[in-house]
Nanobody, 121 residues
Framework: QVQLVESGGGLAQAGGSLRLSCAASASTFSRYAMGWFRQAPGKEREFVAAYNWASRYYADSVKGRFTISRDNAKNTVYLQMNSLKPEDTAVYYC????????????????WGQGTQVTVSS
């Protein structure tokens, strides 16, 4: 069992920045691929970014604006969000991959509780 706790969400203006953090309880954190997803009201949960041991992956909608990173010594994964847009407004979730599909929620075994990001125009 892995517990994940997200933080760093909040309110930002369009064009601004936020950095999300996700702290994991597992001492074996470095073995896991990690992902970020988001879910806006009335919409399905969608892939944002993922980081396995060697590569980073991004949704087209955030490519060039968001950066995923991780600090294995702190058991933490980050999502730096720049040039925010109102359409980035959603609850953001971090998750631990089960090794299957990095781009789909079904490919993740553990989830955090989510953190709200609201971008005003």
């Amino acid at each position: 069992q892995v517990q994940l706790v997200e933080s760093g969400g909040g309110l930002a203006q369009a064009g601004g920045s936020l950095r999300l953090s996700c702290a994991a309880s597992a001492s074996t954190f470095s073995r896991y691929a990690m992902g970020w997803f988001r879910q806006a009201p009335g919409k399905e949960r969608e892939f944002v970014a993922a980081y396995n041991w060697a590569s980073r992956y991004y949704a087209d909608s955030v490519k060039g604006r968001f950066t995923i990173s991780r600090d294995n010594a702190k058991n933490t994964v980050y999502l730096q969000m720049n040039s925010l847009k109102p359409e980035d407004t959603a609850v953001y979730y971090c998750a631990v991959s089960d090794g299957s599909n990095l781009y789909h929620p079904r490919g993740y075994a553990y989830w955090g509780q989510g953190t709200q990001v609201t971008v005003s125009s």
